[in-house]
Every structure is written in C-alpha cells, then in structure tokens.
C-alpha cells in the first residue's frame, strides 16, 4: 500500500540555522505530496503541495521538491527561526476521488533562539 | 475565530460507553472528514463525505459511525468503547472533496477510555 517515511523524528537547531527534514515515499502512479505543520494543541495545517516531478512547492520560507526518482519530497528552510518550532507531516494524496491523505509520523522541530 | 469547530475538546470515557464527537465548519466546504492520531502513529484517515454522502470509509470497525445531519456538520458516533480507541480525534474539511485538494483541520477532541 501507498506509505510515507520521514526519517527524522526529531531535529534540534538554533535560531538561523538550516533545515532539511527527509521525507521518502512509496506509491503507484503519480501522487501529490503534501507537507503540513502542527503547532502544540492545534490540528495540522496545509504548507504547500506539489503534485508532478521536478515542482517545486513552497510556503512561509520553506520549499520541497517533487522527485520520482528518488520517491521524495524533502523539506528545507534556509533560516529557522525559534517560531517555527512545531510538527512537520509529509503526506500524499492517497484518494482516488477525494482529498483522502497518507501522512508520515511527523517530524518534531525544535529551534533554540 | 476556527473556522471548523469540534467538541468537547477533551472527553473521557468508560470502557463500553458510547460518545458522540461534534464537528461543524463554517468555511463552505462540501467535503469533510474524520482523521485519528493515536500516540506513536501517524495521522490515519478514517471516512471521507462529499455533499453528505459517504465517499471513503477506512475504519475496520462499526463501531464508529459518522453522522451527517446538516451539510457543514460531520459528527462521529463511537460505541462500545476501548482503551484503544483512546487518541485526538480531527475534522477536516476541503471545497468539494476532489482528489488532492488542501485540508483544513479543526483543533482535535483528545479522548481518554479508562
């Protein structure tokens, strides 16, 4: 069945430092990746989307791009800042007909000013 | 102010009780859903419904039964209820439900079963 890994649990960094956050996946056809932020007590929130090789999608400072060779859809941000303290979700779109979603295990983000 | 509403925000429960968890959006979706996130998984998709009509149903169990009584309203009916069953339970919703399309999540009803 259709799976995501993120491979980093956790990540801790200080303030302006850079940020890659790997997520690799696994499915048939072309699906569109997703990633999605959680701050503490609230839902996930959409970041960006790509949906074909080689787009590049991007949000807030952070970008990913789309790679069917390599099944993957890193995260990265030039310069973290303490706000962006917070759970990262990479997940694909998994619905043949609805806006169903695979998500990763997340990944904890934590920035030390 | 949220844009999808879910009530309570805590709820505990007996083993073997029934719950009903209350969720409504108020951004004009005609698509909405039911997510779980159990501690050390991942967020995992249980129902999906477009225009009140049921599109995706990825919950092994009858016991958990979505209610759609108004068009922006998706409740969740949980019976029987299991330790297991314990985690924080999102809504979601999106424009029409169409494949791919951006997610908006409520705040989560974290449920305990003692």
């Known amino acids: 069945g259709d799976s995501v890994t993120q491979t980093e649990g956790q990540v801790a960094l200080s303030e302006e430092d850079f940020l890659t956050i790997h997520c690799n996946y696994s499915?048939?056809?072309?699906?569109?990746l997703f990633w999605y932020v959680q701050y503490p007590g609230e839902g996930p929130q959409f970041l960006f989307r790509?949906?074909?090789?080689?787009e590049k999608g991007s949000s807030r400072g952070f970008e990913a791009t789309y790679n069917k060779e390599t099944t993957s859809f890193h995260l990265q941000k030039a310069s973290v800042q303490e706000s962006d303290s917070a759970v990262y979700y990479c997940?694909?779109?998994?619905?043949?007909?609805?806006?169903?979603?695979?998500f990763g295990h997340g990944t904890i983000l934590r920035v030390h000013p | 102010d949220p844009k999808i509403i879910q009530k309570p925000k805590y709820l505990v429960a007996v083993t073997g009780s029934e719950k009903i968890l209350i969720c409504e959006q108020y951004?004009?979706?005609?698509?909405m859903y039911w997510y779980r996130q159990s501690a050390k998984k991942p967020l995992e998709f249980m129902f999906s419904?477009?225009?009140?009509?049921?599109?995706d149903n990825q919950t092994a169990s009858s016991r958990f039964q979505p209610q759609s009584s108004k068009k922006n309203h998706l409740d969740l009916q949980i019976t029987a209820l299991k330790p297991d069953d314990s985690a924080t339970y999102f809504c979601?919703?999106?424009?029409?439900?169409?494949?791919?399309?951006?997610?908006?999540f409520g705040h989560g009803t974290k449920l305990s079963v003692l």
């Open positions: 979601a919703s999106s424009q029409t439900g169409a494949k791919n399309e951006r997610l908006f």
């Open positions: 499915a048939s056809g072309y699906p569109a």
């Open positions: 997940a694909l779109g998994t619905g043949a007909n609805t806006g169903k979603l695979t």
């Open positions: 951004l004009g979706h005609n698509a």
């Open positions: 419904y477009s225009y009140q009509k049921l599109m």
């Open positions: 790509a949906s074909r090789d080689k």
